[in-house]
């Protein structure tokens, strides 16, 4: 169909259409640009009582007004600054200061451990001290988080291998995107670099308790040396006695003949402070019957069967909280 304009000239309606948006347009401009010469004549206005100013107040009054004005932005700036606002698009995400790590998952966790501004946590001490353990041999390290001292231990120590695993997916990332950033400083093609640092560490996310026990029939030897420091306290927290007690006999399976298990428990006092932190753990904790002074007999165990314990080592830190006794469990 075909229409007449004012000039009896024939348009194709398409073109029609197309000239009624080009005037839309031309009005939305012609809008934005009496905005922006409004917004100017604003600007060189002097204050009035209209705008909420005295205009007989003293220069020192004006003074300090003026500097708790906001900002000037160019007229241009100001209405996209509005437009913004009016969809929402200035609002950043807000911390939340309610939210709660329930794994022992903490972002930050290793600032309490380091001594100095080099990454240095103090427990890599008490592990120097039996250096001969991690080299060549292969490593698990449960409750990883951000994976710091786990490239500490799998770089210093000369690991054969060495696989870091948390319960949370964003730390095993951020660990893992570590990973990737010594690769690309190391300048080595991963063809060349087989099997050494940091090519033989990766992180991946998991829960290291199982579903159920019977997946445990399953499990077979992998790792010649199992690290779990600080991680018992939130097992046990979250899965109560029968999970921290299977995560054990996990551990005594997922070992090579002549493995060792290293064991850095938390007290049982420490418990408290988290009991609140979701009605889950606080049931959880009401119903602990296995305390941690339990847990070597119960890895010494034939429910487990480790052979025998012997004391590491205990961290000197500047916080009491910290210095807990290392364990190594040996298994035949």
Known sequence: MEVENNNNTIVPVNKNEHFAYK???TVDDEDNAEKIKRLKRNELEPCSDAQGVDAH?????NKKLAAHRPPAHSPKKRIQLD??????LDKKPKYNKHETFMFGNYRHYYGKRILDKDFHDIRLDVLATQSELF???????IGCNSGHLSLEIAKKFEVKSLVGLDIDRFLTHEAQMAVNLLKRASNVSAANAAGRFPYNVKFVHG??????DVLLEIERPQYDIILCLSVTKWIHLNFCDEGLKQAF??????LHPGGKLILEPQSFDTYKRRKKLTD???ENYNAIRFKPEQFTAYLLSPEVGFADMELMGVPEHCQAGFKRPIQIFNKV
């Open 135 to 141: 080299r060549d041999k292969q490593l698990l390290d």
């Open 83 to 88: 437009n913004k606002n009016a969809a929402g």
């Open 23 to 25: 005037r839309s347009a």
């Open 249 to 254: 006999r996990r551990m005594y399976l997922q």
């Open 57 to 61: 107040v003293t220069e020192g009054t």
């Open 280 to 282: 889950n753990i606080r």
């Open 207 to 212: 829960n290291y308790v199982l579903a159920d």
